[in-house]
């Protein structure tokens, strides 16, 4: 297993969209231990392959991974993953690996039923509410290149990436 690089705003990585997997091999399986290895050393709860600059349509969650005892973890793998159905709103505080010392309230769906398939290519279906759900909407946004911070309103959104990219250059 390897700790990947998790790549931070303004990188133009972010924007990239992530494309179609079709070949379940080992590369892929690899590629995802390794997301839940860095995701797990982040304390994250949920990463995407496009913020380790990997153009392909996955992401790794686990709502479990703040937690001492390892073996309560829950990791969930997603692979092609796809919004079939959404139902409700809410609104909650969002965080992420790639923006760094920010965080911000976001309206997402409610509930979701996701379509996705595994690491071995089986078409799988999952039902979600709660932070489970708002996880895999903000995990699937960074596939096409979407960041939390871009679904602010405008205005606050020119000011929050001008600082953060402020921040990024003072950093370098
Ligand atoms: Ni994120």
Redesign the pocket.
């Known amino acids: 297993m390897a700790l990947l690089t998790v790549h931070t705003f303004p990188d133009p990585v972010l924007k990239q969209k992530a494309l179609p997997v079709d070949e379940f091999d080992e590369k892929l399986s690899e590629l995802a231990e390794n997301m839940l290895e860095t995701m797990y050393e982040e304390r994250?709860i949920?990463?995407?392959a496009v913020?380790v600059a990997v153009l392909k349509q996955m992401v790794v969650v686990d709502l479990k991974s703040g937690e001492e005892d390892t073996s309560l973890r829950e990791p969930r793998i997603f692979v092609n993953p796809r919004i079939v159905e959404r139902s409700g709103e809410t609104i909650s505080e969002?965080?992420?690996?790639?923006?760094t010392e920010f965080r911000a309230e976001v309206k997402r769906s409610e509930s979701i039923k996701l379509e996705y398939q595994d690491l071995q290519g089986n078409p799988q279906t999952l039902e979600a509410d709660g932070l489970l759900s708002i996880c895999i909407q903000?995990?699937l946004?960074?596939l096409q290149g979407i960041?939390?911070i871009d679904h602010l309103p405008l205005l606050k959104q020119k000011m929050v990436k001008k600082r953060l990219a402020k921040l990024a250059r003072e950093a370098a």
């Open positions: 994250g949920g990463l995407a913020q969002e965080g992420c690996l790639s923006v903000h995990e946004d960074h960041l939390f």
